[in-house]
């Protein structure tokens, strides 16, 4: 496996063969329906940041994701993945603990949060695996009414020196 800042055409590429799941997912969230606007919508978004990665195999896209801060020392995490997710878990997972996640959390990152479409337990599984853990069920999250599962991980420091209102 390989990891690199993923090109327009990886990201394109995944969206376009992700998951069942993941497109389920995405879906539910993106104002479009369908996999080639759902792809095209992922790639508009995506590939105007530097930090989305790529995870190869054999040269072929496998999964895109990122670690975003949209919120001052918040950052969430999205991935999609086609059904070669499986070939590559194991080394993306060390990948992200061991190299990613630490260098968020050494830039002041105290919380790590990802939402996923209920009933995805491959992601839900994933994410736990990645040391995230199950906060909240949010019924009504998607467009739809889909309901959704906020998981994060959370620094044991945080809150420990904020503000109070």
């Known amino acids: 496996m390989r990891v690199e800042v993923a ?97 968020i959390r050494a830039a002041g990152v105290h919380r790590i949060e990802c939402i996923s479409i209920d009933g995805h337990e491959q992601a839900h599984r994933w994410i736990k695996i990645l040391g995230l853990r199950h906060e909240a069920v949010c019924k009504g999250y998607g467009k739809n009414g889909e309901t959704f599962h906020q998981f994060a991980w959370v620094s044991p420091h945080a809150g420990k020196t904020g503000r109070r209102g």
């Open 7 to 103: 090109t327009p055409s990886d990201i394109l590429d995944v969206a376009r063969n992700m998951r069942d799941s993941d497109l389920r997912e995405f879906s539910a969230m993106l104002p479009v329906d369908g996999r080639e606007p759902v792809a095209q919508e992922v790639l508009r978004r995506h590939a105007a940041y530097d930090d989305t990665i790529c995870a190869s195999l054999a040269g072929i896209p496998v999964a895109i994701g990122a670690v975003r801060v949209f919120r001052p020392n918040v950052a969430t995490l999205f991935f999609l993945a086609t059904g070669q997710f499986r070939q590559i878990a194991m080394p993306l997972t060390r990948f992200i603990r061991q190299r990613l996640f630490p260098e």
